[in-house]
């Protein structure tokens, strides 16, 4: 192929993420909802019958699916499904910064506003309660931090005699970090605290961004 050929044919192209027709998409949003006067965070407890993360603390969410137009349908539609409420109750949806992880994953946060918490019904399959935390305590606390170190393991025929320094390669080992908010008895980590600690920089403008 010609020079003048490639670059033709790549010239219009628009850019994306590198494999992110590969990429498993998801969406959550941060329920932002008025409790007695003052603005609080609504959580989900997942239903203990799930098999991922049973238990854990976590926003309405989940995969994209190939109906839904946008990632903020998706947002809208879980929300939704998982809190037993309708479309007309969420609004002044609002996206966020979103995550490209290395597992393959992308996620869309978002916040909105919901109505009140007398019309929340959970889906028990996937929901086993709620809960909302002033916002003001994140505004207030810091969560805290610990690292984890991540272990590099190739398989056993990987082709060592084809790098530099073979099996003495010497690999860049990796530290995540995860973040723990603790509020009246209940851990929010992972992802979540993740989400929740980028939200909270946005709007605390007392913190240095």
Not at 75 to 102: C, K, Q
Not at 165 to 192: A, P, S, V
């Amino acid at each position: 192929m010609q020079i003048e050929n490639i670059l033709n044919e790549l010239k219009d192209r628009t850019p994306a993420l590198m494999g992110h027709k590969h990429f498993k998409r998801s969406s959550v949003l941060i329920p932002l909802i008025e409790v007695a006067g003052e603005s609080h965070i609504l959580f989900e407890v997942r239903s203990k019958n799930l098999r991922t993360q049973p238990g854990d603390v976590c926003f309405p969410g989940g995969r994209v699916d190939q109906k839904d137009k946008h990632p903020t349908d998706t947002a809208i539609r879980e929300t939704t499904e998982e809190l037993g409420i309708s479309e007309e109750d969420v609004s002044e949806i609002i996206p966020l910064d979103y995550i490209v992880n290395d597992l393959g994953r992308i996620i869309y946060p978002f916040i909105g506003k919901l109505k009140t918490v007398e019309s929340i019904k959970p889906n028990p399959d996937e929901v086993d309660h709620i809960f909302t935390v002033p916002l003001s305590f994140f505004l207030e606390n810091t969560p805290k931090k610990y690292k984890v170190h991540l272990e590099i393991k190739p398989e056993d025929n990987f082709p060592y005699h084809l790098i530099v320094g073979g099996e003495d390669y010497e690999w860049h080992i990796r530290t995540m970090e995860e973040l723990f908010y603790q509020y009246d008895n209940k851990t929010i980590w992972g992802l979540t605290a993740k989400i929740l600690t980028h939200f909270i920089s946005l709007i605390d403008t007392k913190k240095d961004h």
